[in-house]
């Protein structure tokens, strides 16, 4: 099994609404990542998590909250957002810490806040 | 620090010509290089990737990639592009460490759209 599963695929979400986005995989990868993309961008690293404690946070805000309950899933909690935070959300993993090892990336979330 | 120049933003070839799809890069560290693929509405697909050893690097569908040290260069290659080849591309580069758990950023250029032409 060498998938990446994001769930849900389309969101919906007002912004006074609470929500998350969900990923697993079943690689044994001890490294897992969120990624937010825009339109026409490349993805840009929000979080990453090694050997499920958090290691990097490139100054995203609050309202965005990630959770690693065990090696296998990610999990990010999505409150009060903004219409700016519309975008492709792209959760990936790779085996050790180094991402030079291979990123496998999931399908995404495409979220639109309303 | 490590940067990602991707020349042509959009780039269209006919179908069964040449496809080449620059990159240049920029690091401070040995670097580690890649191409991803991303269809619409898709994540991304690993196409190939540098790390060490043999600087002609072949990946999935078709593409290989030469790294070039003395030019700072992954160009991306494959000699007959089909149809289903129309995507973005995105060549990245890691190496530089991050973290304190030995992370890697990975950086992305900002992409190159390829359509083909029937």
């Known amino acids: 099994d060498t998938e990446v599963t994001q769930t849900p695929k389309h969101l919906v979400m007002g912004m006074t609404n609470k929500k998350s986005l969900k990923c697993e995989q079943h690689?044994?990868?001890?490294?897992m990542y969120w990624y937010k993309q825009k339109a026409k961008k490349p993805p840009e690293l929000m979080f990453v998590y090694s050997y499920e404690k958090l290691s990097i946070n490139e100054s995203v805000p609050s309202r965005f909250s990630p959770e690693c309950p065990n090696s296998s899933l990610l999990n990010l909690h999505l409150h009060a957002l903004q219409p700016e935070d519309s975008a492709l959300y792209l959760c990936?993993?790779?085996?050790?810490?180094?991402?030079?090892?291979?990123?496998?990336f999931g399908q995404g979330t495409r979220l639109t806040v309303v | 620090a490590q940067s990602v120049t991707q020349l042509g933003s959009h780039v269209s070839v006919s179908e069964g010509a040449l496809v080449l799809l620059r990159c240049n890069y920029s690091?401070?560290?040995?670097?580690?290089l890649f191409w991803y693929v991303q269809y619409p509405n898709q994540g991304l697909q690993l196409l190939l990737k540098?790390?060490?050893?043999?600087?002609l690097v072949k990946g999935i569908n078709g593409f290989e990639a030469e790294f070039k040290k003395s030019e700072t260069s992954f160009h991306l290659t494959k000699p007959s592009a089909h149809m289903s080849d129309a995507a973005e591309y995105f060549c990245?580069?890691?190496?530089?460490?991050?973290?304190?758990?030995?992370?890697?950023?990975?950086?992305f250029g900002t992409g190159t759209r390829l359509t083909i032409i029937p």
């Open positions: 690689m044994g990868h001890r490294a």
């Open positions: 990245a580069v890691s190496g530089a460490l991050i973290s304190n758990f030995g992370n890697e950023k990975l950086t």
């Open positions: 990936a993993s790779s085996q050790g810490q180094g991402i030079k090892t291979e990123a496998f």
């Open positions: 690091s401070s560290v040995p670097p580690y």
């Open positions: 540098y790390t060490t050893g043999a600087t």
